[in-house]
C-alpha cells in the first residue's frame, strides 16, 4: 500500500509541475490552482506513503527521480524542450541512484 501511495504521489507532483509550467508564472488561474492543489496532494501522499514505513531516503529518491525522469520526457514529447545526451546521462544516473538506494534498503 505504501508503494501505491508512493506512485500516487509522483503523479501528483508530475501534475503539478507540468502545471506549474503552463500557468506562466501564475498568471492563468486554473493552472495556478492545479499547481497548489496538485503538490498539496502530492506531499500528502508522500507524508501517508512514509507514514507506512517507508524509508525516507528511498521513498524522496523515488518520488524524485521518477518525476524528474517523467517531467524531463513530457517536456521533450510536448512543451517543445531539447533532450541531448547530457540529460538522457544525468536521468540515467537518477535511475541508477534509486535502483541502488532500492538495493541497500532491502538488506536490513
Do not use: R
Request: net charge neutral.
Amino acid at each position: 500500500m505504501a508503494w501505491l501511495l508512493l506512485a500516487g504521489a509522483i503523479i501528483a507532483e508530475i501534475i503539478a509541475t507540468t502545471a506549474l509550467k503552463l500557468s506562466d508564472g501564475f498568471t492563468h488561474k486554473g493552472w495556478a490552482i492545479a499547481v497548489v492543489v496538485g503538490y498539496a496532494a502530492a506531499f500528502a501522499l508522500l507524508g501517508q506513503a512514509l507514514k507506512l514505513q517507508l524509508e525516507i531516503g528511498t521513498a524522496y529518491a523515488v518520488w524524485s527521480g521518477a518525476g524528474t525522469a517523467i517531467i524531463t520526457v513530457i517536456g521533450m514529447l510536448f512543451l517543445g524542450e531539447t533532450l541531448n545526451l547530457i540529460k538522457i546521462g544525468g536521468i540515467a544516473l537518477i535511475i541508477g541512484g534509486v535502483v541502488l538506494l532500492n538495493l541497500a534498503g532491502s538488506t536490513h
